[in-house]
């Protein structure tokens, strides 16, 4: 049995989606946060750096979203999440899916968490950090919606969906608080955003983590 520990909204979210996309059976398991639960010597043995999420499927223990992902892909091929292997389309995939977990999703713990990178009590230094990231993430995701403009297809690869739109998705999401242009009001991810939210995987992945609005 796959079993995924999760938080609602989390970096947990992209995982989640997929699952429901292979139509596999799995369990949730609740990580709750605010319990301090990720930093349990439970947890930490599944996931030694505390965060979430964590995927066990059978005896494998498997952690870092991105490779959640990917591996989700490579067991359900059905589900076709991921272009075929070597072809440039394949190539482009993972450029992608690393992209935005080494690039954007870094830059948005940035922002939400500018204290990480400063001496404690350095208030102005956080908030120095917290606005530089949140406009390198404005011009990532120009980058983004730049994809999507370049092809005119309605998922970030083209006209195929593929386990990157999830992440794109939960990448994008996190950006609904920001306080000028969160990536709902970019002219090519809000569609994007939009065929994301009808997915009948996104909506029940919404469902079951009882995500509040707005949604993105």
């Given at each position: 049995?796959?079993?995924?520990?999760?938080?609602?909204?989390?970096?947990?979210?992209?995982?989640?989606?997929?699952?429901?996309?292979?139509?596999?059976?799995?369990?949730?398991?609740?990580?709750?946060?605010?319990?301090?639960?990720?930093?349990?010597?439970?947890?930490?043995?599944?996931?030694?750096?505390?965060?979430?999420?964590?995927l066990?499927?059978?005896?494998?223990?498997?952690?870092?979203?991105?490779?959640?992902?990917?591996?989700?892909?490579?067991?359900?091929?059905a589900?076709?999440l991921?272009?075929?292997?070597?072809t440039?389309?394949?190539?482009?995939?993972?450029?992608?899916?690393?992209?935005?977990?080494?690039?954007?999703?870094?830059?948005?713990?940035?922002?939400?968490?500018?204290?990480?990178?400063?001496?404690?009590?350095?208030?102005?230094?956080?908030a120095?950090?917290?606005?530089?990231?949140?406009?390198?993430?404005?011009?990532?995701?120009?980058?983004?919606?730049?994809?999507f403009?370049?092809?005119?297809?309605?998922?970030?690869?083209?006209?195929?969906?593929?386990?990157?739109?999830?992440?794109?998705?939960?990448?994008?999401?996190?950006?609904?608080?920001?306080?000028?242009?969160?990536?709902?009001?970019?002219?090519?991810?809000?569609?994007?955003?939009?065929?994301?939210?009808?997915?009948?995987?996104?909506?029940?992945?919404?469902?079951?983590?009882?995500?509040?609005?707005?949604?993105?």
């Open positions: 049995m796959i079993r995924l520990h999760y938080f609602p909204g989390n970096a947990s979210l992209a995982p989640h989606i997929l699952l429901h996309e292979t139509g596999a059976p799995f369990e949730l398991q609740l990580v709750d946060r605010a319990q301090g639960e990720h930093k349990s010597p439970a947890y930490l043995k599944l996931n030694p750096n505390g965060l979430i999420p964590v066990e499927d059978g005896a494998l223990v498997l952690y870092e979203a991105a490779a959640i992902c990917l591996h989700l892909a490579d067991t359900h091929p589900a076709a991921a272009p075929a292997l070597g440039a389309e394949r190539a482009h995939f993972y450029k992608w899916l690393v992209w935005m977990t080494n690039t954007l999703q870094a830059t948005l713990i940035h922002y939400f968490y500018p204290e990480r990178l400063v001496d404690e009590g350095n208030v102005d230094g956080a120095q950090v917290k606005a530089h990231a949140q406009a390198r993430v404005g011009s990532l995701l120009e980058q983004l919606d730049a994809q403009a370049s092809h005119g297809g309605p998922w970030l690869l083209g006209a195929t969906y593929s386990a990157a739109d999830a992440y794109a998705f939960m990448l994008c999401r996190w950006t609904r608080g920001f306080p000028a242009r969160p990536a709902r009001e970019y002219p090519h991810l809000a569609p994007f955003l939009e065929r994301m939210l009808a997915r009948p995987a996104v909506q029940r992945t919404i469902a079951a983590e009882k995500l509040l609005k707005p949604i993105v």
